[in-house]
């Protein structure tokens, strides 16, 4: 059983700027960030592999950055720029022989 435990959402102004983290109970190959929108499906924002190799969505991309500490087993979301699109609950995701999310982290940004 892995337990994620995330951190750092909140309100947040249109172009400013907010970090997400969520820290694993174990080391897990791929870690990622989704989100999503009452009444929607949950879609990617990125994912990131133990040897660093990432993945974004087109809407993230240049403005969102994920990274992650393996030694402390923690994937970090750093958000700029952020839009009021980008309001959602984040939720982090380890994906190992099945996937496991974490509790969810509401962000709105207000415009």
């Known amino acids: 059983q892995v337990q994620l435990v995330e951190s750092g959402g909140g309100l947040v102004q249109a172009g400013g700027s907010l970090t997400l983290s969520c820290a694993a109970s174990?080391?897990?190959?791929?870690m990622g960030w989704y989100r999503q929108v009452s009444g929607k499906q949950r879609e990617l924002v990125a994912t990131?592999?133990?040897?660093?190799?990432?993945n974004y969505a087109d809407s993230v991309k240049g403005r969102f950055t994920i990274s992650r500490d393996n030694a402390k087993n923690t994937v970090y979301l750093q958000m700029n720029s952020v839009k009021p699109e980008d309001t959602a609950v984040y939720y982090c995701?380890?994906?190992?022989?099945?996937?496991?999310w974490g509790q969810g982290t509401q962000v709105t940004v207000s415009s």
């Open positions: 174990t080391s897990i190959f791929t």
């Open positions: 990131i592999t133990s040897s660093g190799s990432t």
């Open positions: 995701n380890a994906a190992a022989i099945r996937n496991y």
